[in-house]
């Protein structure tokens, strides 16, 4: 019998694969984002529901960040840099969006769970989470979407460092707190 204790267990132990990231990409990635125009970011699915909460984080910070596909998007420019989440790297729609965003020359920075995949492939910036095999513990992309989750929050950290924030900024801007 499968318990609340073995699920948590088995998706905190692949927690632990987030200390593979290189911290280089990281800052590589950070400084990308903070001399960016617009930041997009762009997930199908879970991954997009990740993605929409860094997005909102994003500005939070006071950045312009963009969820694709949302009705106040601008286009996407050579100033731009956009922030890919498949775990896979083969999801279409995020594929579409990488071929658009390479005509354009915006900086592509993708997050996916291995290098073998188009979008990694498609990307100036790659980070990769790898994961621990899916079973029913942590059902489909489970392992990838919560990982993701927690670099995401972790790199808003160090994007905050870099910009001089701090949390009681961010409140400043938070809707609840209007």
Not at 18 to 24: A, M, Q, T, W
Not at 56 to 82: C, H, N, W
Request: proline share 1%; charged share 25%; glycine share 8%.
């Amino acid at each position: 019998m499968t318990t609340l204790s073995d699920s948590f267990e088995y998706i905190m132990r692949n927690f632990e694969n987030l200390r593979e990231i290189d911290e280089g990409i990281v800052g590589k990635v950070s400084n990308v984002l903070l001399e960016s125009r617009n930041i997009f970011v762009y997930g199908v699915g879970r991954s997009g529901i990740v993605g929409r909460m860094f997005a909102m984080r994003l500005v939070q910070m006071g950045l312009q960040a963009y969820f694709v596909g949302e009705t106040i998007a601008p286009v996407v420019t050579e100033k731009d840099s956009v922030v890919l989440l498949s775990g896979t790297g083969e999801t279409q729609g995020a594929l579409l969006v990488a071929q658009i965003c390479r005509r354009v020359n915006a900086k592509i920075i993708s997050i996916t769970s291995s290098t073998d995949n188009s979008i990694y492939k498609a990307s100036d910036l790659k980070i990769v989470i790898r994961t621990n095999k899916s079973s029913d513990l942590a059902p489909l992309g489970t392992l990838f979407e919560a990982s993701c989750h927690v670099f995401l929050d972790s790199l808003i950290a160090v994007l905050m460092k870099e910009k001089g924030e701090k949390e009681s900024d961010l409140r400043k801007r938070h809707a609840i707190w209007l």
